[in-house]
Structures are given as structure tokens and as C-alpha cells.
């Protein structure tokens, strides 16, 4: 079996434990019905490149992103005597239009311009104020922070914790044939 082979099978292993036992106080504090809330972080760390440089801005944005939402419900809350497309079309333009004029355009190459972290925390926001899971407790925009620093430990863990079984198991070489590229070479008996 090859070592990329053997890597991910102690990956997967671990992940598939890890992660259940990771998930396990949300149930306990009664937010079982938010444990989606945890892998939409995965899915951003994964596709930002599972890159640890990033998660200070990762952290920084998300609670922005939750601010804009919080902004754009009071803006809406202004104009509701308005016709409704003002809302529903006109304060969507402005706010996402200012959105990515400041954190795009004024704050690029800043902590402050994690584009896809501040989007998601605008959009879990948005989606938790709009529909309530049946039969779970409301939640503020803090369970939002909380829940997606939560999210963060658990990609770190995973991420941190099978690379370290991998290096027991494997060596200390074993990235480079996994994400490297390198090819082994085939052993002769």
C-alpha cells in the first residue's frame, strides 16, 4: 500500500473519531440542531487551503460578516415604509457593494479582507434570524462567534492531530508524497 494511501486511511480514521467527539458538546448544551454550523468552517479551512496563516483573518472577518448582517437588518428595519424593492434590492446592492469596496478594494492585503469568512458569517447570520430549526433554542449573534471558533478548533485539531499520527506511523516524510507529488519509488523483491 502506498504511503499517500496509508496517510489518508489514518486521516480519515482519526477525522471520523475526532470529529464525532468533537460534536458531542453541542448536544450536551443543548445546540445539537447547529452542528452543521461546525463543518461549514471545515468547508471554508479546506478551501482556503487548510492554510493556519489564515485563520487569524478567518476569525477576524466572520464577526464582521456578522455585523454587516446586523447592519443590513436595521437599515432594513429604516426603510420599511419604503417600497419594498428598496429593500429587497436597492439596500442589497448598497450593502454588498460597500462590503466589497471596503474589504476588497480599501482593506486588501489586510487582516480585514477575508472575503469568503466575512461572507459567511453574513450568510449564517441571515439564514439563523430568518428560520429557526424546529425544537432548538435561539441563538444570538455570539453562538454565531462561538459556534464558528468552535468550528476552528476542530479543523485545527483534525488537521494538526492526523498529521501527527501520520508522522508516528509514517515518518516525517510523508507529506511530500501526499501533497508533494513525489512518486514513490516501487520496491524491488
Known amino acids: ?10 486521516q480519515g480514521a482519526f477525522g471520523a473519531v475526532i470529529l464525532t467527539l468533537l460534536m458531542q458538546p453541542m448536544g450536551a448544551f ?14 471554508l479551512f479546506f ?15 466572520y464577526p464582521i460578516g ?11 428595519g429604516a426603510l420599511k415604509d ?3 424593492w428598496t429593500s429587497g434590492v436597492g439596500l442589497t446592492i448598497v450593502v454588498i457593494f460597500s462590503i466589497l469596496t471596503v474589504h476588497e478594494n480599501l482593506l486588501r492585503d489586510t487582516i480585514f479582507a477575508n472575503i469568503p469568512a466575512l461572507f459567511l458569517g453574513l450568510a449564517e ?33 483534525l488537521v494538526a492531530g492526523g498529521g501527527a499520527l501520520c508522522n508516528i506511523f509514517l515518518g516525517k516524510e510523508w507529506p511530500k508524497y501526499v501533497f508533494g ?8 523483491v
Not at 443543548?30 to 468547508?43: I, P
Not at 456578522?66 to 432594513?76: Q, S
Not at 507529488?181 to 524491488?188: L, M, S
Open 82 to 84: 419604503l417600497p419594498p
Open 125 to 157: 447570520t441571515f439564514f439563523i434570524f430568518s428560520i429557526h430549526p424546529a425544537n432548538a433554542p435561539a441563538i444570538t449573534p455570539f453562538h454565531l462567534f462561538g459556534f464558528f471558533l468552535y468550528g476552528m478548533i476542530m479543523s485545527v485539531v
Open 30 to 43: 443543548g445546540f445539537a440542531n447547529y452542528n452543521w454550523m461546525l463543518f461549514v468552517v471545515l468547508l
Open 66 to 76: 456578522i455585523l454587516w448582517a446586523m447592519l443590513n437588518g436595521v437599515l432594513i
Open 1 to 10: 500500500m502506498s504511503i499517500k494511501r496509508k496517510a489518508l486511511l489514518i
Open 47 to 61: 478551501a482556503m487551503g487548510a492554510d493556519f496563516k489564515k485563520i487569524p483573518s478567518m476569525i477576524v472577518c
Open 181 to 188: 507529488g513525489q512518486e514513490e519509488k516501487q520496491q524491488t
